[in-house]
């Protein structure tokens, strides 16, 4: 319209030129030429600005259009192909004669080639030398497979770009020309991290199937809505199929196919527990059930599984799970259980056994055995470098400390022993290393403190374990004894009081008896001094006045001895101090009695200690002929313990002989004394040496000192 209206003007100034020329310009002709050539200067004016207007919208269109062709995250280019009958001589493997030429390629297209706009121009045909040489043959093959047939082009393959591999792929779709050529459009995919992706996915892929297969467990894909599924080679191997069989069986058995497989008594079961996992009751699905094997036996499978994805509706849809056969440790179970109802049966033989031989026990005695049947033992085992290896659960109900208190800080068990037994701890931890290999140690009785603060009572036993020359490390059985403890001190206490009685009542009755008895021949005796014959009465009364008064020295004496009422008013050091003395008086052996204490103890462990000290004396008396007695009385305050050492000088004897025969019964029962009171004795004598004993006692917390 714009060289139709210039046209027109044209002409109009030519007229109106002729109107000049001819001199007549102000005719009417002229006149409207010239109005004419105005309006349309008027409408020519108005179409070059919307000319303007058009052009600038056409640059801002372009722009528009390159901003997308150019940023898009893939490349785009098109491509002409030449006619079918100009491709001779001319190869898609190379760009020396190809049998195309690039046309257009965006920014991201040379961005992926890593090429310049400017190489591209330079060399359209550069996408055949960069395509790598194992897959120049199929870029070749496909391309003229499309070219020929006119249909998409789509190819993956790689290119090398500055001596890097990279993974593309190509998509374009033909447009064919009036001159035979071919356009391709189409877009490149950089595909490299995507392949980097697939190939370590692959690769788990393939170390998880080694691994499953390696634990033989067999992995399962199953469709809950269609029955489908798919199985490994595990799965299938694990009742005696093959891949094969097994999918023939699901077409022939359907959605509930595995119901005609499994126990009839575990269907119930497994269906229950899939619809709880199918309800979100259970987060997982996980059964132990018997299967048919090809072979018509049953077979244990533990079944796993986890719906992981649903339908738009809220029902299960696909669920992934694991199949492993379990027959082995069924079998194995059954073969424990078989076991351990062969063993309870022995323990039952064995218990009836024991408790026919105990049945003659004492009360306290039957106690302490119930007691401690059923007592679980803290046992432990401490390696070489002093780690606790294992340590049995029941040490919290010994101890108060939890096992991960000791197999954190495995000094605890040093810790909490008493202060007034370390010495005997640290003394047999000292001796252990001189044990042979797996000999057990001599049982050790001490005290420990609990978490909460209370003190009990343990026995432990240990062993060095020495397996084939190696040092495994030291095995300990603790148990805690306070009640046996407790049992034996009640018992000791009654079998004290009991005798305690009876030697008061004969104390008694000797010195009310025998006293009054002996004063009357007293006076018989003087009734004598009546008679005629007088010598004969001096003798008769001289002699019985001697007689008597030995009789009633002796009776006191007696009683004095067998009492407790001296030892409860003078106390264990002045008592012996006055038994001794009054020995000494006799002059026919020398008693030298040393003590560092004058004070009182409680009245258990000074009766004892009473007991221990006039049955040694007795004992020497008796049958060692000696001349000389050393008594040695200590008492260590800061460890709280007393060490009493008593010797002679006679004739001494056999102590291994004498008490294998169980003809010392003297010294058994001091013996007994000091094993009630937890203290420990050393007896030395053999014919011609005399006798040398050692004991130690430890003084109780609950038995306070009592002052004078």
Same mark, same amino acid.
């Given at each position: 319209?714009?060289?139709?209206?210039?046209?027109?003007?044209?002409?109009?100034?030519?007229?109106?030129?002729?109107?000049?020329?001819?001199?007549?310009?102000?005719?009417?002709?002229?006149?409207?030429?010239?109005?004419?050539?105005?309006?349309?200067?008027?409408?020519?004016?108005?179409?070059?600005?919307?000319?303007?207007?058009?052009?600038?919208?056409?640059?801002?269109?372009?722009?528009?259009?390159?901003?997308?062709?150019?940023?898009?995250?893939?490349?785009?280019?098109?491509?002409?192909?030449?006619?079918?009958?100009?491709?001779?001589?001319?190869?898609?493997?190379?760009?020396?004669?190809?049998?195309?030429?690039?046309?257009?390629?965006?920014?991201?297209?040379?961005?992926?080639?890593?090429?310049?706009?400017?190489?591209?121009?330079?060399?359209?045909?550069?996408?055949?030398?960069?395509?790598?040489?194992?897959?120049?043959?199929?870029?070749?093959?496909?391309?003229?497979?499309?070219?020929?047939?006119?249909?998409?082009?789509?190819?993956?393959?790689?290119?090398?770009?500055?001596?890097?591999?990279?993974?593309?792929?190509?998509?374009?779709?033909?447009?064919?020309?009036?001159?035979?050529?071919?356009?391709?459009?189409?877009?490149?995919?950089?595909?490299?991290?995507?392949?980097?992706?697939?190939?370590?996915?692959?690769?788990?892929?393939?170390?998880?199937?080694?691994?499953?297969?390696?634990?033989?467990?067999?992995?399962?894909?199953?469709?809950?809505?269609?029955?489908?599924?798919?199985?490994?080679?595990?799965?299938?191997?694990?009742?005696?199929?093959?891949?094969?069989?097994?999918?023939?069986?699901?077409?022939?058995?359907?959605?509930?196919?595995?119901?005609?497989?499994?126990?009839?008594?575990?269907?119930?079961?497994?269906?229950?527990?899939?619809?709880?996992?199918?309800?979100?009751?259970?987060?997982?699905?996980?059964?132990?059930?018997?299967?048919?094997?090809?072979?018509?036996?049953?077979?244990?499978?533990?079944?796993?599984?986890?719906?992981?994805?649903?339908?738009?509706?809220?029902?299960?849809?696909?669920?992934?799970?694991?199949?492993?056969?379990?027959?082995?440790?069924?079998?194995?179970?059954?073969?424990?259980?078989?076991?351990?109802?062969?063993?309870?049966?022995?323990?039952?033989?064995?218990?009836?056994?024991?408790?026919?031989?105990?049945?003659?026990?004492?009360?306290?005695?039957?106690?302490?055995?119930?007691?401690?049947?059923?007592?679980?033992?803290?046992?432990?085992?401490?390696?070489?470098?002093?780690?606790?290896?294992?340590?049995?659960?029941?040490?919290?109900?010994?101890?108060?400390?939890?096992?991960?208190?000791? &197999?954190?800080?495995?000094? $605890? @068990?040093? =810790? *909490? +022993?008493? /202060?007034?037994?370390?010495? !005997? #701890?640290?003394? %047999?931890?000292?001796?252990?290393?001189?044990?042979?290999?797996? &000999?057990?140690?001599?049982? $050790? @009785?001490? =005290? *420990? +403190?609990? /978490?909460?603060?209370?003190? !009990? #009572?343990?026995? %432990?036993?240990?062993?060095?374990?020495?397996?084939?020359?190696?040092?495994?490390?030291?095995?300990?059985?603790? =148990?805690?004894?306070?009640?046996?403890?407790?049992?034996?001190?009640?018992?000791?206490?009654?079998?004290?009081?009991?005798?305690?009685?009876?030697?008061?009542?004969?104390?008694?009755?000797?010195?009310?008896?025998?006293?009054?008895?002996?004063?009357?021949?007293?006076?018989?005796?003087?009734?004598?001094?009546?008679?005629?014959?007088?010598?004969?009465?001096?003798?008769?009364?001289?002699?019985?006045?001697?007689?008597?008064?030995?009789?009633?020295?002796?009776?006191?004496?007696?009683?004095?001895?067998?009492?407790?009422?001296?030892?409860?008013?003078?106390?264990?050091?002045?008592?012996?101090?006055?038994?001794?003395?009054?020995?000494?008086?006799?002059?026919?052996?020398?008693?030298?009695?040393?003590?560092?204490?004058?004070?009182?103890?409680?009245?258990?462990?000074?009766?004892?200690?009473?007991?221990?000290?006039?049955?040694?004396?007795?004992?020497?008396?008796?049958?060692?002929?000696?001349?000389?007695?050393?008594?040695?009385?200590?008492?260590?305050?800061?460890?709280?313990?007393?060490?009493?050492?008593?010797?002679?000088?006679?004739?001494?004897?056999?102590?291994?002989?004498?008490?294998?025969?169980?003809?010392?019964?003297?010294?058994?029962?001091?013996?007994?004394?000091?094993?009630?009171?937890?203290?420990?004795?050393?007896?030395?004598?053999?014919?011609?040496?005399?006798?040398?004993?050692?004991?130690?006692?430890?003084?109780?917390?609950?038995?306070?000192?009592?002052?004078?």
């Amino acid at each position: 319209m714009k060289n139709d209206l210039k046209t027109t003007a044209e002409n109009l100034c030519q007229k109106i030129e002729e109107s000049l020329n001819s001199g007549d310009l102000y005719n009417s002709t002229s006149r409207q030429l010239i109005r004419d050539l105005l309006a349309h200067q008027s409408v020519l004016e108005s179409q070059n600005t919307q000319l303007i207007q058009s052009e600038k919208e056409l640059i801002r269109d372009r722009e528009y259009y390159n901003d997308i062709f150019n940023n898009q995250p893939s490349g785009l280019y098109r491509i002409r192909v030449f006619s079918i009958d100009k491709w001779e001589g001319k190869s898609w493997t190379s760009s020396d004669k190809p049998p195309y030429e690039m046309e257009i390629a965006s920014d991201r297209f040379c961005e992926i080639l890593g090429i310049t706009r400017k190489a591209f121009i330079k060399n359209p045909f550069i996408i055949s030398d960069l395509v790598y040489n194992d897959d120049k043959e199929s870029f070749a093959e496909i391309n003229i497979k499309s070219n020929k047939n006119l249909i998409p082009f789509r190819w993956e393959g790689r290119l090398l770009v500055h001596s890097d591999i990279i993974w593309v792929r190509l998509e374009s779709m033909p447009r064919l020309l009036e001159n035979g050529d071919i356009l391709w459009t189409g877009i490149l995919y950089d595909m490299t991290d995507r392949k980097k992706t697939e190939d370590a996915l692959n690769e788990m892929r393939s170390r998880l199937e080694e691994v499953l297969e390696g634990a033989n467990v067999g992995t399962l894909e199953w469709n809950i809505q269609t029955g489908k599924a798919k199985f490994n080679d595990i799965w299938a191997k694990n009742l005696g199929y093959t891949q094969s069989e097994i999918k023939f069986g699901q077409r022939i058995w359907g959605k509930n196919g595995w119901k005609m497989i499994t126990h009839p008594k575990d269907v119930v079961f497994a269906q229950k527990m899939l619809e709880k996992h199918f309800s979100g009751e259970l987060p997982h699905y996980a059964v132990e059930v018997r299967m048919r094997h090809k072979k018509g036996h049953w077979v244990w499978i533990r079944q796993e599984g986890k719906v992981k994805t649903w339908t738009s509706d809220g029902k299960p849809l696909l669920m992934y799970g694991t199949h492993t056969n379990i027959s082995q440790r069924k079998e194995a179970e059954v073969a424990l259980n078989k076991l351990n109802e062969e063993l309870e049966k022995r323990v039952a033989i064995r218990t009836a056994e024991l408790l026919k031989l105990n049945s003659e026990l004492k009360l306290t005695e039957q106690k302490f055995r119930t007691i401690s049947d059923f007592t679980h033992d803290w046992e432990y085992w401490r390696s070489p470098e002093n780690k606790i290896i294992y340590m049995s659960p029941s040490v919290e109900e010994i101890t108060g400390y939890s096992m991960y208190d000791f &197999e954190k800080s495995p000094g $605890l @068990i040093d =810790r *909490i +022993v008493y /202060k007034n037994d370390l010495e !005997i #701890w640290e003394t %047999h931890k000292r001796n252990r290393g001189f044990l042979s290999p797996n &000999e057990n140690s001599k049982e $050790l @009785i001490f =005290r *420990i +403190v609990k /978490k909460n603060g209370d003190l !009990i #009572w343990v026995g %432990h036993v240990s062993r060095n374990i020495i397996v084939d020359g190696k040092d495994l490390g030291i095995r300990v059985s603790n =148990r805690d004894i306070t009640d046996k403890i407790n049992a034996e001190n009640e018992l000791f206490n009654v079998t004290l009081a009991v005798e305690e009685r009876e030697r008061n009542r004969f104390s008694s009755e000797l010195h009310d008896g025998m006293g009054p008895l002996l004063s009357t021949i007293k006076l018989y005796f003087q009734w004598l001094s009546d008679t005629d014959d007088i010598e004969k009465k001096k003798l008769i009364t001289e002699k019985g006045n001697q007689c008597i008064e030995a009789a009633i020295q002796t009776a006191r004496e007696l009683a004095r001895g067998l009492s407790s009422q001296l030892l409860d008013k003078l106390g264990f050091i002045n008592a012996i101090q006055d038994f001794t003395q009054r020995i000494n008086d006799t002059s026919k052996i020398r008693i030298n009695f040393k003590t560092n204490t004058n004070k009182r103890f409680n009245k258990f462990l000074e009766i004892a200690l009473y007991r221990i000290t006039t049955e040694l004396l007795k004992n020497t008396l008796t049958y060692a002929e000696a001349s000389a007695v050393e008594i040695s009385f200590n008492y260590d305050q800061k460890k709280n313990k007393i060490n009493f050492y008593y010797s002679d000088n006679g004739v001494g004897f056999d102590s291994d002989k004498t008490m294998q025969s169980y003809k010392g019964l003297g010294i058994m029962n001091i013996q007994q004394r000091v094993q009630i009171l937890k203290g420990k004795i050393n007896i030395e004598s053999s014919p011609g040496e005399g006798l040398k004993t050692f004991i130690q006692f430890p003084v109780e917390e609950s038995n306070d000192i009592i002052l004078n």
